[in-house]
């Protein structure tokens, strides 16, 4: 089992900076794919971005909402993954989870989430 834990949510003005985090435990090996998601109250959950385990650095993927504003970057020593969001928005708001992949079997790993608001 992985647990997740997701920190550094909160309220900030748009075109503000915030940045979240997620500390992972557990069996972590063999995780291919960390990322983050988000839920809006009403709508399906999303992907905002994802990186891969290969590698050093690791391939990365965004939604095109947050091309260009956010950035994932994770610290294997740590067993972390960031999510940096610049510029944020009004319709950035919402719960943020981060999600693992991988393990054995290769199995779905959520965080609790945190709340992350854009309002002035």
């Known amino acids: 089992q992985v647990q997740l834990v997701e920190s550094g949510g909160g309220l900030v003005q748009p075109g503000g900076s915030l940045s979240v985090s997620c500390v992972a435990s557990?069996?972590?090996?063999?995780?291919?794919?960390t990322g983050w998601y988000r839920q809006c109250p009403g709508k399906e959950r999303e992907l905002v971005a994802a990186?891969?385990?290969?590698?050093?650095?690791?391939?990365?993927n965004y939604a095109d909402s947050v091309k260009g504003r956010f950035t994932i970057s994770r610290d294997n020593a740590k067993n972390t993954v960031y999510l940096q969001m610049n510029s944020l928005k009004p319709e950035d708001t919402a719960v943020y989870y981060c999600?693992?992949?991988?393990?054995?079997?290769?199995?779905?790993?959520w965080g609790q989430g945190t709340q992350v608001t854009v309002s002035s």
């Open positions: 999600h693992f992949f991988g393990g054995f079997p290769p199995s779905h790993y």
């Open positions: 557990g069996r972590i090996l063999g995780i291919l794919v």
């Open positions: 990186i891969n385990s290969g590698g050093s650095g690791g391939r990365t």
